[in-house]
């Protein structure tokens, strides 16, 4: 596509629900990032893919978040048991490269568990 | 692990004049150094980007500053229209696949007609 692509754009959970969160990055892009971008806040860190790898997890707040790239391209963000402080733009990116440089951001998910 | 101060928070300027950007970093591994527009309800994009081996850097309106010395980088806008105005993200990291992007907390430009 011409662009990151993520979906859906909005999601309302009720607390205790699991969600997916869906990111199709730039065609023949190596690396894939996920981000939490709280209101007014700049985005961070949560997970780092190349290819299928998940080669960095250390931002992941707890082990309710779960992200996978199984054919190192779409990637899956699943959030178990949502909690009210997962409320979130949560932001996916990708880059041509294996590193950090002249990422491509998609719109992100507003994700507001109630 | 790194950390990125950005100041101000908030930035108004008169349409035509200049807005300088400034961020701090702590990890002396850093080389790598992008700011990002973030317009109201849209994806961040990358405006210009920076690397250690350079100590500054223009693109047309938009210029970046770096002093590793003293562990800081400014963007600088010049000319400034009611089109720049949104909230600007500078960012650290280590050239490559080591370590992680950190960003800032963001700074609203407001650009006033």
């Known amino acids: 596509g011409a662009g990151v692509s993520q979906s859906p754009r909005y999601k309302v959970a009720k607390r205790g629900q699991d969600v997916a969160l869906r990111c199709d990055p730039i065609?023949?892009?190596?690396?894939l990032f996920w981000y939490q971008q709280a209101l007014g806040q700049g985005p961070e860190f949560l997970t780092y893919?190349?290819?299928?790898?998940?080669?960095?997890k250390s931002g992941l707040p707890s082990d309710r978040f779960f992200a996978e790239r199984p054919e190192g391209s779409v990637s899956t963000l699943k959030i178990q048991r949502t909690q009210q402080e997962d409320s979130a733009v949560y932001l996916c990116?990708?880059?041509?490269?294996?590193?950090?440089?002249?990422?491509?951001f998609g719109s992100g998910t507003q994700l507001s568990v109630l | 692990g790194e950390n990125v101060e950005q100041h101000p928070s908030t930035l108004s300027v008169q349409e035509g004049d200049s807005a300088v950007i400034k961020c701090t970093y702590s990890?002396?591994?850093?080389?790598?150094f992008p700011w990002y527009k973030q317009e109201l309800g849209k994806r961040p994009q990358l405006i210009i980007d920076?690397?250690?081996?350079?100590g500054e850097k223009k693109d047309q309106r938009i210029a970046v500053t770096l002093n590793k010395t003293a562990k800081h980088f400014s963007l600088h806008i010049t000319e400034t229209q009611p089109e720049d105005s949104a909230v600007y993200f500078c960012?650290?990291?280590?050239?490559?696949?080591?370590?992680?992007?950190?960003f800032g907390k963001g700074t609203k430009l407001s650009v006033k007609p």
């Open positions: 065609s023949g892009h190596v690396s």
């Open positions: 920076i690397r250690s081996n350079v």
């Open positions: 990116a990708s880059s041509l490269g294996t590193g950090w440089e002249k990422l491509f």
């Open positions: 960012a650290a990291s280590v050239w490559g696949s080591q370590g992680n992007l950190i």
């Open positions: 990890d002396s591994a850093s080389n790598y």
């Open positions: 893919f190349q290819n299928e790898a998940q080669l960095d």
